[in-house]
């Protein structure tokens, strides 16, 4: 059974994909260049880092992009970047059953804990683990090895949760179980242990394991 669950943040808590995507248009475009939002959306969903760098050096625009497009990113309203349905539920499941919730992202704490304040989730979370730790970047398995340690998770009872390839892989280099968010119905260079096209159905499962025991 899923005692613990480690959470990705971007297009897997919360839908911010389409936040995102608008942002790098608009800083863009800002700079007098068009780019159709599908072809942004599919460079976003490799990494966000990706995809500025891909544009920055497309249109030899370097840091300025970046710049521009964190300018942008801080103006969006965390009602822009809801929680995808049943992502609050299987938190405080986890919690009923005496279990712990986290989060791995490479956003900044602050721009973190401004949408999870926003919909009052932030408590369900024992630890954010965020870029200002300094830890490698997914795939690199440092931050979930760090998470594991320093709570003495069982790696059989912990359930990783992300919507890309990366997500999958660093928390299979650290042992532990995995679920692939396939939103979109895309495959990935990556085997998950469960794979889902909804929260409502990780959300049965975990709740009908436990039943019994």
């Excluded at 159709?36 to 959306?41: D, G």
Aim: aromatic share 14%; with cysteine; net charge negative.
């Amino acid at each position: 059974m899923f005692k613990n669950t480690i959470w990705d943040f971007d297009g897997t808590l919360c839908n911010t994909y389409p936040s995102i995507v608008r942002s790098i248009k608009e800083a863009l475009e800002s700079f007098g260049y068009k780019v159709v939002e599908e072809e942004i959306f599919w460079n976003v969903k490799k990494t966000l880092g990706y995809a500025l760098d891909y544009y920055g050096k497309k249109f030899g625009l370097g840091k300025a992009l970046e710049e521009k497009f964190e300018e942008l990113s801080k103006k969006i309203s965390p009602t822009e970047r809801p929680l995808y349905d049943y992502t609050r539920e299987i938190c405080e499941l986890i919690i009923e059953r005496g279990g712990m919730n986290f989060i791995i992202t490479h956003r900044d704490l602050e721009s973190t804990l401004k949408i999870t304040d926003y919909y009052g989730i932030t408590e369900l979370f024992t630890e954010i683990v965020t870029r200002d730790h300094g830890f490698a970047r997914k795939p690199d398995p440092e931050a979930f090895s760090y998470v594991v340690e320093k709570y003495s998770l069982k790696r059989k009872d912990t359930l990783a949760i992300g919507d890309r390839a990366l997500d999958i892989i660093a928390a299979k280099n650290c042992g532990i179980k995995t679920c692939y968010f396939n939103e979109f119905g895309v495959s990935i260079d990556a085997e998950s242990d469960i794979e889902i096209t909804s929260f409502k159905e990780l959300y049965e499962l975990i709740k009908n394991e436990g039943k019994g025991k």
